[in-house]
């Protein structure tokens, strides 16, 4: 079956620094790829996405790039902040099919 | 656009008592789907609807819960009697076919569910 697997957390960096987390998948085919965030005390939102290989989502700074070869999505950000410390769930789907396949999530908590 | 509204955003309640919860999607969404957030099992898939009708319920955990979505505005999570081990954050998710593909889901705030 299909499987997202994410690096454990909690992942602790001091503002300014460099961020990744690391995403690998196991699926059957070519699925889209997305990172979703989820702040304290709310509901997941999409933060970005990428449905063919090779693709880079981008947004807030953050990026993935969807590397076929490697099945891998990993987020990146160049300087975190601490308004980036959240809970963050990287999956899949594929076309056609409703469902998404998530991660367990990676906490990323930034001090000043 | 208001989101995903679900309500109530918390719930406390006794062991034995039915509790329901309520989502009202993204107008003009056909997919809603539930989860349940807890820290030993993470986010799992409960049910999902299309058009208003049930598509997999297979991650619903037992006879004690049931869904519906008597229109395309509104659904409900009911779970008759509630059990400590239900205790969890729901949440509402829906998401629009456009082109074929129906794989952004918007999530709503949660609903906070604590059986005592």
């Known amino acids: 079956g299909n499987s997202v697997t994410q690096m454990e957390g909690p992942v602790t960096l001091s503002e300014e620094a460099f961020l990744t987390i690391n995403c690998t998948y196991t699926?059957?085919?070519?699925?889209?790829l997305f990172w979703y965030v989820q702040y304290p005390g709310e509901g997941l939102q999409l933060l970005l996405k990428?449905?063919?290989?090779?693709d880079k989502g981008s947004n807030k700074g953050f990026e993935a790039t969807y590397r076929k070869e490697t099945t891998s999505f990993h987020l990146e950000k160049g300087s975190v902040q601490v308004s980036d410390s959240a809970v963050y769930f990287c999956?899949?789907?594929?076309?056609?099919?409703?469902?998404?396949?998530f991660g367990k999530g990676t906490m990323l908590l930034v001090s000043p | 656009d208001a989101g995903v509204i679900q309500s109530p955003r918390h719930e406390v309640t006794e062991m034995g008592q039915e509790v329901t919860l309520r989502c009202k999607p993204i107008?003009?969404?056909?997919?809603l789907f539930w989860y349940r957030q807890t820290m030993m099992r993470g986010l799992e898939l409960l049910i999902y609807?299309?058009?208003?009708?049930?598509?997999?319920d297979s991650g619903m955990p037992e006879d004690r819960f049931s869904a519906k979505m008597p229109n395309a505005s509104f659904s409900t999570l009911k779970i008759q009697p509630s059990e400590p081990r239900d205790s969890a954050v729901y949440f509402c998710?829906?998401?629009?076919?456009?082109?074929?593909?129906?794989?952004?889901?918007?999530f709503g705030p949660g609903t906070r569910l604590t059986v005592l």
């Open positions: 107008s003009g969404h056909d997919y």
């Open positions: 609807f299309n058009n208003n009708v049930p598509i997999d």
């Open positions: 999956a899949l789907s594929f076309s056609g099919y409703s469902t998404l396949t």
């Open positions: 998710a829906s998401s629009l076919t456009s082109g074929g593909r129906t794989d952004t889901q918007y």
């Open positions: 699926a059957t085919g070519y699925p889209s």
């Open positions: 990428a449905t063919k290989a090779d």
